[in-house]
Every structure is written in C-alpha cells, then in structure tokens.
Nanobody, 122 residues
Framework: QVQLVESGGGLVQAGGPLRLSCAAS????????MGWFRQAPGKEREFVAA???????YYSDSTKGRFTISRDNNKNTVYLQMDSLKPEDTAVYYC????????????????WGQGTQVTVSS
C-alpha cells in the first residue's frame, strides 16, 4: 500500500515556473514507477510525465521540453518542475504510482494522490 500526497500547486502567470512535489509512504519507493497526470474541467485525465525506478523519464508531447520529472528515493518524493507555463496547463495535477514499469496510461496506476490545483493566468 502506498499513500501519495501532492503539494506545490497554486496560481502562476503564464511563462512562469512552478514545482510540484509528491511525497510517498512506504519503504520500497524505489521499486515504484511514478507518474504525473492532469485533468482540466470537462476533459479526460491526461498523461504528463513518468519516471521509472531507475529514473528513466517519459513526457507527453505537450510537456516535453518544458516540464522535468525527477525523484529522490532517499526522501520518497517525486517532483515535477514546470517551466514556461501556459494557460492550457491549468488543471488539477495528480501523482500516481505503480509497481511495474512506467506507463502513460492512467488505468495502469494503482495508487493516486488527492491532486493539487495549478492555475496559469494569461
């Protein structure tokens, strides 16, 4: 069982940065692939980025080059550094975990955080 708690969301102007954090419980954090997803009002949940236990990283086309996912296994934490934010990045951002290789499909993830709101003003 893994519990995930996101933090770092907020209101930011377009072009600005924001860093999200996701703290995980449990002693085997390094065995989990971690993903970030987001969901805007009226839209489906979409893949943002993922990182394997070995720190291989994966990004959606819309976030590649602007967002950076990383993890600190000593702190049981995964981060999402978001730069050059756009109004269309506005959404609730969710952290997710799974015990097998990283995936871009939200249905593959067994554990989810409660979400954190990111709002980008134009």
């Amino acid at each position: 069982q893994v519990q995930l708690v996101e933090s770092g969301g907020g209101l930011v102007q377009a072009g600005g940065p924001l860093r999200l954090s996701c703290a995980a419980s449990g002693r085997t954090f390094s065995n989990y692939a971690m993903g970030w997803f987001r969901q805007a009002p009226g839209k489906e949940r979409e893949f943002v980025a993922a990182i394997s236990g070995a720190s291989n990283t994966y990004y959606s086309d819309s976030t590649k080059g602007r967002f950076t996912i990383s993890r600190d296994n000593n702190k049981n934490t995964v981060y999402l550094q978001m730069d050059s934010l756009k109004p269309e990045d506005t959404a609730v951002y969710y952290c997710a975990a799974r015990t097998v290789p990283a995936s871009f499909r939200h249905s593959d993830y067994a554990y989810w955080g409660q979400g954190t709101q990111v709002t980008v003003s134009s």
